[in-house]
């Protein structure tokens, strides 16, 4: 569990995880108790600083007296010493069992929280392409302005911060998981977060150079993500929210479909030599070409 720990509270600092798990059974009361052993946790620790000040014994010998009360005031300070301290283990202990049984709960609900995610991404997106007809064209803020629908873009701009929540919880989700299928499926040359397999189903349609050098150049869809998201839709990007298996699966069949595609292209240069002649390829498609043939 202490693994999962840092993984599970970064997960309900989401506020759209936050709501999801806030219906499981169990997760309210727990977070409840968690937050109330925070905040008495402090109020102890106040205490612990009082009675850690410790006994005066500088003033007693420099007195010549030793009061009659001196061992009562003594005992009764120890005393409180120590009901802090122990106030303080209890409380602690009480804080992290309830940060346990928040864990567990979210550590259970993982494989269900991406179903639910990739329901409210599908869902979104639903919404999204009603919505960007009315946009009348408009491709930022400011042509929404002058086009007359600034109303609509305000709306899918609320719509854009809920997608960047589903994606900050995919991510975090992904990290427990396989990073080398993550990892692989993900540009390797451009930080842009949406250049990935695990983002858009079908980016080789969108952007057929995501995972090349040339993706140094930069993505053809622009950074804010309001905006991406309509240039995204327009142009046919189909957003997912895949499982690791799913994933797994379409990048066996992206390599698959790309291999048939070597193999349909080493047909063609082998009846026409100037076959390729103005053509991209993509470098796994080129490689696997250059093998085959004399090019």
Do not use: C
Not at 150 to 159: E, H, L, N, T
């Amino acid at each position: 569990m202490s693994l999962l720990t840092p993984t599970a509270a970064v997960l309900r600092r989401n506020p759209l995880v936050a709501s999801i798990l806030e219906d499981l059974p169990g997760f309210k009361e727990a977070a409840s108790v968690q937050a109330k052993a925070s905040e008495m946790l402090a109020e102890v620790q106040r205490e612990m600083n009082d009675a850690a000040k410790g006994i005066d014994t500088s003033s007693v010998i420099e007195s010549g007296v030793v009061p009659d009360s001196w061992l009562a005031d003594v005992g009764a300070k120890m005393l409180k010493k120590r009901i802090a301290q122990d106030k303080y283990n209890i409380t602690t202990e009480l804080r992290n069992d309830a940060s346990a049984k928040l864990d567990m709960i979210t550590f259970d609900a993982i494989p269900g929280l991406l179903d639910t995610l990739a329901a409210r991404l599908a869902g979104l997106v639903g919404d999204l392409e009603a919505l960007i007809p009315d946009l009348n064209g408009a491709k930022d803020p400011r042509q929404a302005i002058d086009l007359d629908s600034a109303d609509v873009w305000r709306k899918i701009q609320g719509r854009a911060d809920e997608y960047k929540l589903i994606r900050q919880a995919q991510a975090v989700l992904t990290s427990e998981g396989d990073q080398y299928l993550w990892g692989r499926n993900q540009a390797q040359y451009s930080e842009d977060p949406n250049a990935s397999l695990a983002v858009i189903s079908n980016i080789d349609e969108v952007w057929n150079r995501w995972d090349t050098q040339e993706a140094r150049d930069g993505a053809p869809w622009p950074e804010d993500t309001t905006e991406f998201l309509v240039w995204a839709i327009r142009n046919g990007a189909r957003f997912w929210l895949p499982s690791p298996d799913e994933l797994a699966q379409a990048e066996a069949d992206r390599k698959q479909a790309m291999r048939d595609e070597a193999a349909r292209i080493v047909a063609e240069v082998r009846r026409d030599q100037n076959y390729l002649n103005g053509r991209y390829l993509h470098p796994f498609i080129a490689d696997i070409v250059r093998n085959q043939v004399w090019v």
